[in-house]
């Protein structure tokens, strides 16, 4: 199976909340990352969590990672249509720290 | 630069003809990788660098494909006799591979290529 995984599909109303779920295979996970990719853009980091953490917020944005599950997720609050694009998670190994591993996208589409 | 810089941001190329793609990283990120990213897909891994040197390029899909980096600064990725399958978003980061805070990866705009 792939390392990390995602559905492809989320869609959700102007002012709800949206919930992104990943999930990876590898134990050694240290760092679990957020990147968003608008149309035509490259990836933007969104946040980032370290794995000795269970939860991050950073304004609108909230982190949780179940370690033992090996599920991350990221949550939305109060979805905009600017929110409207594809979400990655990535993940770095404690043993091959140089490679990143992304998981194939989510794409969010926000309706007004 | 401030940023990952790539270039052509979009380049049209015949099936059969040659194409090298350029990543200038940030100043001073010693890794560095490349990524392709088809229609509607993930990012799939291709090549990383520390440094000069390619300690992984098992993503690279076949001999075709080839990269190279000079001076632990700008990339080249050629791609020779391409194909139409290697149509897709090139997309090159970079990163420093000190475990501090956060290490994240730093994503160019991408080189959007077409094959016909």
């Known amino acids: 199976g792939e390392d990390v995984e995602q559905s492809l599909f989320l869609s959700v109303r102007e002012g709800d909340s949206s919930v992104i779920n990943c999930t990876y295979t590898d134990s050694s996970s240290t760092y679990l990352y957020w990147y968003k990719q608008e149309p035509g853009a490259g990836l933007q980091l969104l946040t980032y969590i370290f794995s000795n953490m269970d939860m991050k917020q950073d304004q609108r944005l909230t982190v949780l990672l179940n370690k033992k599950d090996k599920h991350l997720s990221l949550r939305i609050a109060d979805t905009q249509t600017g929110d409207s694009a594809i979400y990655f998670c990535a993940e770095r190994r404690l043993y091959n720290f140089n490679k990143f591993y992304f998981g194939s996208g989510t794409k969010l589409n926000v309706k007004p | 630069g401030a940023g990952v810089s790539q270039s052509p941001s979009n380049k049209v190329t015949e099936k059969g003809k040659d194409v090298e793609l350029r990543c200038d990283p940030i100043?001073?990120?010693?890794?560095l990788y490349w990524y392709r990213q088809s229609l509607g897909q993930g990012l799939e891994f291709l090549i990383y660098?520390?440094?000069?040197?390619?300690?992984?390029k098992s993503g690279l899909p076949s001999d075709r494909f080839s990269a190279e980096r000079t001076g632990g600064s700008v990339s080249t990725l050629t791609i020779q006799r391409t194909q139409q399958e290697d149509s897709a978003v090139y997309l090159c980061?970079?990163?420093?591979?000190?475990?501090?805070?956060?290490?994240?990866?730093?994503f160019g705009q991408g080189t959007r290529l077409t094959v016909v």
């Open positions: 980061a970079s990163s420093t591979t000190r475990v501090t805070r956060g290490t994240e990866a730093f």
């Open positions: 660098f520390q440094g000069n040197s390619a300690p992984d």
């Open positions: 100043s001073g990120h010693t890794a």
